[in-house]
């Protein structure tokens, strides 16, 4: 019965969403659109945070991968395919945290935290000195992906109402992906791990094995969501490496409700839209933009998601 309570209440906000595309402002459908590649980048880093315990403060620099492989893939005046540049953006953010995985997950606990921001780090003094990635200023991916295949364009990227469309499609592709994921044998042994990976290794499970995986999944994933931010804003630089990034996408996880993959989706509108409404109201919005995420965290300290389930109907 929860179930498919649940798997209405799902349905009703994508109908909403997808009305929202045909009556919304362009600020309007940019803004929400950012709020969707967000949210998939949060949904990423759950599956490291909330399901397999393992607190990555660099997960940026799979996103930051992701966005600076379109701009490396579009020519200077052209586009580049997006048939071709999206699954190369998620393979290189992939490959990147292979590399990565097999060096960080050797650690643990504040070890493995200060070692991902470490190498988040590196990518983002290494793209801010290089001055063939455009130094600090960046560099413009001049033209959109273009989805034209056999002369048959089916969307165009340049158009808010499409471009938003896309992007809702594959958030609901990533959560329904990481929810087929979540509920087989391989997320269940991540669950077991987080709970206690020393028992999950005395029962035969090869750990170590499994957190790499984990850990490739959610790069490909932000690196996913970097694309789609370059495709959007058609702007790279170095920031998108930053600690900044990747402690305000685990700000979204942790307010919306670790190990649920709706709660990062809900923890990104949150954060973006008060942060934009601070930011309207005042040009000091840091200060009680700081003081909602303290009061939020002492009265949600497990999210938005746990406290909404409290009010959903239950089967007698």
Do not use: C
Request: charged content about 10%; glycine content about 10%; hydrophobic content about 55%.
């Amino acid at each position: 019965m929860r179930i498919s309570i649940e798997l209405a209440v799902l349905l009703a906000v994508l109908a909403g969403l997808i009305a929202f595309a045909f009556g919304a402002e362009r600020f309007y459908l940019q803004l929400f659109s950012k709020i969707m590649i967000l949210a998939i980048f949060a949904m990423s880093l759950d599956l490291l945070v909330g399901y397999t315990g393992l607190v990555s403060f660099g997960h940026a620099a799979f996103y930051g991968l992701g966005a600076y492989t379109l701009w490396a893939l579009s020519p200077e005046t052209a586009a580049a395919s997006f048939y071709l540049s999206l699954p190369a953006s998620m393979a290189v953010a992939a490959v990147a945290a292979l590399a990565i995985g097999l060096l960080v997950l050797r650690s643990s606990g504040v070890y493995f935290i200060m070692v991902t921001l470490a190498f988040s780090q590196m990518f983002f003094y290494f793209a801010q000195r290089s001055k063939s990635l455009g130094g600090s200023d960046g560099v413009y991916v001049n033209v959109r992906p273009d989805p034209t295949v056999l002369g048959f364009t089916p969307f165009n990227l340049g158009r808010p109402q499409q471009f938003y469309l896309v992007v809702l499609a594959l958030m609901v592709l990533t959560y329904v992906l990481l929810r087929y994921v979540n509920a087989s044998l391989f997320g269940r042994v991540l669950v077991g791990i987080k709970s206690n990976e020393a028992r999950m290794r005395s029962l035969g499970f090869a750990t170590y094995r499994y957190k790499l995986a984990a850990f490739v999944l959610a790069g490909a994933l932000a690196g996913l969501a970097g694309y789609l931010d370059a495709a959007q804003f058609g702007f790279v630089n170095p920031g998108l490496f930053g600690w900044q990034l990747s402690g305000e996408v685990l700000m979204m996880v942790i307010l919306g409700g670790m190990g649920t993959l709706h709660g990062p989706i809900l923890g990104a509108f949150a954060l973006v839209l008060i942060q934009d409404l601070f930011s309207d109201a005042t040009k000091h919005w840091l200060l009680p933009m700081g003081i909602f995420i303290i009061l939020a965290v002492l009265a949600l300290p497990h999210g938005i998601a746990p406290w909404l389930k409290r009010f959903s109907p239950r089967a007698d």
